[in-house]
């Protein structure tokens, strides 16, 4: 669960301490807030600014920060004190830009007034400035290989890459809209550039060819950022997304939705921590989840022997009485796919040639058991022309059995409704249908004979019924037997 932390005003900058316990500067309004990894209050302020306070950056080592101002001063802080090292004045307007070379002795800087300059740490004097943006110089980074090359990023479309042995930039690269954000990998390599709502991608030792140009966004990409292995690059954005690509394709792997534009953005050295600056001041913290590790279970001490022997030479008594042990039912694999509801591998189980030949009355049963369910229809679909002339072979042979007809006489139907559209397609399919037909077609035959043989032994049986006697005629012959007894008693 993200943190939420309300600064004084819109988040322009953070920036993560190289070294261990990885604090985080935030620059927003006139302030520089350190923060601890987990800790929702500034453990430290920098407040001595008149105006907006930019860009506070860590030194490599982690003891000195640097920040600009609107009034167009730099200053140097030591993270043990609060009042400012040194203070570099020469910008005529705000410097938004501020940084070290990797030497550690040198600062340069980009400000409103077009200009890029070098300062020198222990005089606190300018080396050399260089004048050749014609817009504001919003952004720069400092080479990691060469102490004495850095980069800046201008509104005039360019980034222009300097070298302070030399009176001119090196290097001018046409991004193609205002610049906001650049960024080197950490080989010295290649360029990153964000502006407008491009990400593009430089080689810089072929002379700043074109690589890759990235449009995920939507509105202006604001910020960039590089995890620590350099095979992530991510983007922030007024679109409010934070876009995570791959180094080795450039396509976006993963993507953050945040509450309103981001205008910065920073990783922790171990990408355990990403955190995000927005235009309402809020300061978002997302922590990585621990990974759960799993202890080493201590091996078990096996039983003794006796324990396994116990109690098998014991002889049952009179009054005792034995406790069978439950038998343990095993379900069969079709039984196991209808429980846990899956109707095609199910009616694939019973299909297979031990159950359809020897005991079809289980490929019949599962059969009407899905038709019960209301998903013998989807378990017919969607198969090939092996499994449709397996069906249809199956239906075909059994379908005359009078036990199976009535389960087998839907499934046919179900399978001419389904695969009607594809007939003609399969010479196969064709053929087993052909087949069914031929079957049915003979069975209706049978039937139809079997009637006329029923009706014509109908008739015979009528025929063939024994005549009873009537009462006038028992009277008849009875009569006559008692006029001749009733004479020979007179």
């Not at 430290?44 to 609107?70: M, Q």
Request: aromatic share 8%; net charge positive; proline share 4%.
């Amino acid at each position: 669960t993200p943190v939420q932390i309300k600064e004084f005003g819109a988040v322009t900058k953070i920036d993560f301490s190289p070294v261990s316990p990885y604090n985080y500067a935030v620059t927003a309004s006139s302030r520089i807030h350190i923060y601890g990894r987990y800790s929702q209050e500034p453990i430290k302020t920098f407040s001595r600014f008149k105006d907006a306070a930019y860009c506070a950056t860590y030194r490599d080592d982690g003891n000195l920060l640097v920040a600009g101002s609107e009034e167009g001063s730099i200053r140097l802080f030591d993270l043990s004190g609060r009042a400012p090292l040194r203070q570099f004045d020469g910008h005529t307007k705000a410097v938004h830009v501020v940084g070290f070379l990797s030497d550690k002795y040198r600062i340069f800087s980009g400000g409103d007034d077009y200009s890029s300059s070098l300062w020198d740490i222990p005089s606190a004097t300018e080396i050399v400035s260089y004048n050749e943006h014609t817009d504001y110089v919003r952004c720069g980074c400092a080479s990691k290989v060469n102490a004495d090359v850095f980069i800046t990023g201008s509104y005039d479309h360019t980034v222009k890459l300097f070298d302070a042995r030399t009176k001119s930039s090196v290097m001018t690269i046409e991004h193609g809209q205002p610049v906001e954000s650049v960024l080197l990998f950490p080989s010295g390599g290649l360029l990153v550039s964000a502006g407008g709502r491009y990400v593009k991608v430089w080689d810089v030792l072929k002379g700043g060819q074109l690589l890759v140009s990235l449009k995920n966004h939507h509105k202006t990409v604001t910020c960039l950022c590089l995890n620590s292995s350099g095979q992530r690059l991510l983007s922030g954005s007024l679109d409010r997304h934070v876009k995570i690509y791959s180094t080795t394709s450039y396509k976006v792997v993963h993507s953050f939705n945040y509450a309103t534009s981001i205008l910065s953005l920073a990783l922790s050295p171990e990408d355990e921590t990403i955190v995000v600056g927005m235009t309402n001041g809020v300061l978002n913290v997302k922590h990585r989840k621990p990974e759960e590790r799993k202890e080493r279970s201590e091996k078990k001490r096996q039983p003794a022997y006796r324990t396994y022997v116990k109690g098998r030479t014991y002889m049952p008594k009179q009054e005792d009485f034995c406790v069978s042990k439950p038998v343990k039912r095993v379900l069969r694999k079709y039984d196991k796919l209808l429980k846990s509801f899956q109707s095609s591998k199910a009616l694939d189980a019973v299909l297979e040639p031990p159950i359809r030949l020897y005991t079809p009355e289980v490929t019949v049963a599962v059969m009407q058991e899905l038709h019960r369910r209301g998903t013998l229809r989807s378990a017919l679909a969607g198969r090939d022309e092996k499994q449709i002339n397996l069906l249809l072979t199956f239906v075909a042979r059994r379908v005359i059995e009078p036990r199976f007809t009535a389960v087998l006489v839907t499934v046919a139907d179900m399978i001419t409704d389904i695969y009607q559209p594809v007939v003609g397609q399969s010479a196969i399919v064709d053929r087993q249908f052909l087949r069914l037909q031929e079957a049915i077609g003979k069975e209706i035959d049978y039937q139809e004979e079997l009637l006329e043989v029923l009706g014509m032994m109908d008739t015979l049986f009528a025929t063939f019924t024994k005549k009873k006697a009537t009462y006038l005629e028992e009277n008849k012959s009875n009569g006559l037997t008692e006029t001749i007894e009733t004479n020979k008693n007179n």
